[in-house]
């Protein structure tokens, strides 16, 4: 009887249903009972010779079978094509996750963004500029000519056509005061050059530079703002002021903080003077405001600047400032 023989024909296909493993066993199975010459065709085509009755009763289990059997072997396939991806990858769900290692800010960048972030509390603007610039601005604008022996105290790089890699964060003063009016208060940080190297110079290093003009700036307030600069840097620590020379500011200082290695009694790092230098600064030079043309019986101003590899050096205990260029990840990692 073919209803007996197509009740065994369902057992069979679910039977063998059971055994697929593999993409091979699903094919093969797919040809044996779905192919146009698989089984289920082969009885579907036998009916025709049957009353309608058992054609409609038969066909309609066949077709059931087919559509069953159709639905499962696609999410049979589904299971089988993730589980070889899982081999694929060498998927092991015991395995501790994969560390993904972050990268850090660069210790400059650090020491920038912390500089950065003290002087806008007390309302400075940041402002950056080229570092490729023209003996003008470099130079001459801030009161530095030709003839002036202070061009040789900065081994200066030159490029062609008579401009140079700055030797300097300076050149900005002039650069925003051109682009701005009075009363103005910048900070520039930025890269500098300097034919120089060794253990305490890099060719290529990082200044911030400090402009505050306004009415009635004065050189008590110049040392007021590097006074609290100098504290929220270091924490609470001595400073000292001494008289020095820039032929943009008159009269000029330098700032001294107290050594943070020996306290001030005297030792290797500050060379026995118990003192570190960290900033140039002075009022602003009269022919550095006529060079931009800013009325010298009007503004009065103050500038300041810094190297941030040397305030780097002093606040991290190092010793040698190539350390910073050479990116040891043992080195830049323990600034996380
Ligand atoms: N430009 C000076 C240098 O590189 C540092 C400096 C000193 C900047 C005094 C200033 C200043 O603005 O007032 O050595």
Not at 212 to 218: A, E, G, L
């Amino acid at each position: 009887m073919i209803s007996e023989e197509i009740e065994k024909l369902e057992k069979e296909v679910w039977k063998d249903f059971q055994k697929i493993e593999n993409l091979y066993h699903l094919e093969d199975f797919r040809i044996k009972y779905l192919g146009k010459k698989g089984k289920i065709n082969w009885y579907l085509k036998q009916l025709k010779d049957f009353s309608l009755e058992e054609k409609k009763k038969l066909g309609s289990i066949l077709n059931q079978i087919k559509e069953e059997l159709e639905t499962k072997l696609k999410l049979k396939e589904r299971e089988i094509l993730l589980k070889e991806e899982d081999k694929d990858i060498g998927l092991d769900l015991t395995l501790p996750g994969r560390i993904f290692p972050l990268g850090t800010l660069h210790p400059i960048t650090k020491i920038i963004e912390e500089l950065c972030e003290i002087f806008l509390k007390l309302g400075f603007e940041i402002i950056t500029g080229p570092e490729i610039e023209t003996e003008y601005y470099n130079f001459t604008a801030l009161n530095i000519p030709d003839w002036h022996p202070a061009r040789d105290m900065q081994a200066t790089f030159y490029l062609k056509n008579g401009a140079l890699l700055r030797t300097h964060t300076s050149p900005m003063q002039i650069r925003a005061m051109l682009e701005r009016t009075p009363p103005l208060r910048i900070i520039a940080p930025g890269k500098v050059y300097r034919c120089d190297a060794d253990i305490r110079h890099s060719p290529m290093f990082h200044q911030l530079e400090g402009l505050m003009v306004d009415k009635d700036v004065n050189f008590s307030d110049l040392k007021g703002i590097l006074i609290y600069f100098a504290k929220e840097t270091f924490g609470e620590i001595k400073v000292r002021f001494r008289p020095s020379y820039f032929p943009f500011t008159e009269p000029s200082l330098e700032m001294d903080i107290e050594c943070v290695m020996c306290k001030g009694r005297g030792c290797k790092v500050c060379g026995n003077a118990g003192w570190l230098e960290i900033l140039g600064a002075g009022m602003v030079h009269p022919e550095v405001f006529k060079s931009v043309n800013y009325d010298i019986n009007m503004w009065q101003g103050f500038a300041f600047g810094l190297g941030i590899e040397r305030i780097a050096m002093i606040k991290y205990g190092i010793d040698d400032i190539r350390i910073f260029f050479e990116n040891h990840l043992i080195f830049l990692e323990s600034f996380k």
